[in-house]
């Protein structure tokens, strides 16, 4: 399992919002292409990135931030966030992305989705956003009456070449991931599984590792690196079976 940084960008600076509200948002740079060249020298080997103006306006809105960052670090992106017309997927794939995520316009727009494989393959991962097990769209505002469950086997038809689950409910809280409910879509799944939300320690990292037997393709963190309660390094010797840096791995 690989341990992956989130760079959420908002208005051009690195934030983190607390269950994706926009009135809970917490500012931790004004550079997020410094902020992944940070997570590149301390270990990460691949980066989640979302334009969160773009979640919620339905088109990305900070692009020159991807940009930058894109120029910066060396490291595969995956990037997300109001992808939602085959044009944009192919701008951002020229930018240099690794993979795209789609959410609101996997849900809504199935032909996209069944178009951006066509063409990208399985570059295209889709996010399965949900709340009380149902997905969530627009920005994690509206409910889409899908559940997660039956949401992944449609996708997975479609081609895409993995899923992002995460428990909004957890995200940006600090409290845990729903190992519950990862360990649902995980087993259930056809195509690789990143976790995200929730995950603030060494030990969060060590069960979402371990959970399927080892299945897990990766696990995102955003909110515990960015306040310190969880070091990269620490994260990434857990989910590999290491000993962490610190003794005891707390």
């Known amino acids: 399992m690989i341990v992956i940084p989130a ?13 994706g509200r926009e009135d809970r948002e917490i500012v931790y740079g004004d550079d997020p292409a410094a902020m992944a060249l940070r997570w590149q020298r301390e270990g990460a080997r691949f980066l989640h990135v979302v334009d969160l103006d773009g979640a919620f306006a339905g088109e990305p809105q900070n692009l020159h931030a991807l940009r930058e960052i894109l120029g910066t670090v060396a490291v595969p992106v995956e990037f997300g966030g109001g992808l939602r017309s085959i044009e944009l997927i192919r701008r951002v794939f020229k930018l240099g992305v690794d993979r795209v995520i789609l959410g609101t316009a996997a849900v809504r727009n199935r032909e996209l989705l069944r178009a951006a494989v066509a063409e990208f393959g399985r570059q295209v991962f889709v996010g399965l956003d949900a709340r009380d097990g149902l997905v969530t769209v627009d920005g994690w505002k509206s409910d889409s ?7 992944l086997g449609q996708v997975e038809d479609d081609g895409a070449g993995g899923v992002i689950y995460t428990d909004v409910a957890t995200d940006g809280a600090l409290s845990g991931p729903n190992f519950e409910a990862v360990g649902e879509i995980l087993a259930a799944a056809r195509v690789p599984v990143i976790a995200s939300g929730g995950v603030a320690t060494v030990e969060h990292v060590r069960r979402l590792a371990g959970l399927g037997g080892g299945g897990l393709h990766g696990a995102i963190v955003g909110k515990a690196l960015y306040s310190g309660a969880l070091k990269l390094a620490d994260a990434i010797a857990a989910a590999s079976g290491e000993e962490s840096a610190e003794k005891g791995g707390c």
């Open 7 to 19: 760079v959420d960008i908002r208005n051009g600076k690195c934030v983190r919002l607390f269950q």
């Open 145 to 151: 009456g899908v559940r997660a469950s039956d949401m």
